[in-house]
T-cell receptor
């Protein structure tokens, strides 16, 4: 069965520093997609970044980058130059095709709570 | 373009009561999903739909029902509410993004349900 593991329940980072949030995944599929979402205290799910299994380059979106190591089955999120507004829960997710037809369902890790210190 | 709209945002139910969580999207997405998020956990799939008239169970369907009579609406019905159904419920839709060649998922803002 497909699984996402986030081993850091909570992380602290100083404002303006970079931080890496860990994510490992388990799948036997050759084609899959990995996502990171941010959930602030207000509760909404905000899409941050996507990496396809066949993408050779690591994905980047502004201050977010995804360190994709396929052989290790890891997809770590790197946030550069942390800001106070980055304080939130962060979820790693993988597209799972066993539910949801051809577009698949997302399966989520338990999340990492990031706190940015001024 | 409102995206995915969920109502209500908050609700308190008594044990044994029933209610319907509403979800509507105006993006013409065929694929829609209902998730629940328990405290300190990620989201888990309750039900999904691949198009109007087609629904199927996800990982945690017990105690819930859905219908999909139109592309736009995907309501979630709770019958005989139980304390174990206290959770935050998210509706989502998915699409194939032709610009980025990625699958995209759009989430509603959630419904916080408490069963007492």
């Amino acid at each position: 069965a497909q699984k996402i593991t986030q081993t850091q329940p909570g992380m602290f980072v100083q404002e303006k520093e970079a931080v890496t949030l860990d994510c490992t995944y388990d799948t036997s599929d050759q084609s899959y997609g990995l996502f990171w979402y941010k959930q602030p205290s207000s509760g909404e799910m905000i899409f941050l970044i996507y990496q396809g299994s066949y993408d050779e380059q690591n994905a980047t979106e502004g201050r977010y980058s995804l360190n994709f190591q396929k052989a290790r089955k890891s997809a770590n999120l790197v946030i550069s130059a942390s800001q106070l507004g980055d304080s939130a829960m962060y979820f790693c997710a993988m597209r799972e095709v066993s539910y949801g037809g051809s577009q698949g369902n997302l399966i989520f890790g338990k999340g990492t709570k990031l706190s940015v210190k001024p | 373009n409102a995206g995915v709209t969920q109502t209500p945002k908050f609700r308190i139910l008594k044990i044994g009561q029933s209610m319907t969580l509403q979800c509507a999207q105006d993006m013409n997405h065929n694929y829609m999903y209902w998730y629940r998020q328990d405290p300190g956990m990620g989201l888990k799939l309750i039900y999904y739909s691949v198009g109007a008239g087609i629904t199927d169970k996800g990982e945690v369907p017990n105690g819930y029902n859905v219908s999909r009579s139109t592309t736009e609406d995907f309501p979630l019905r709770l019958e005989l509410a139980a304390p174990s159904q206290t959770s935050v419920y998210f509706c989502a839709s998915s699409y194939w993004d032709t610009q980025t060649n990625n699958y995209g998922y759009t989430f509603g803002s959630g419904t916080r349900l408490t069963v007492v």
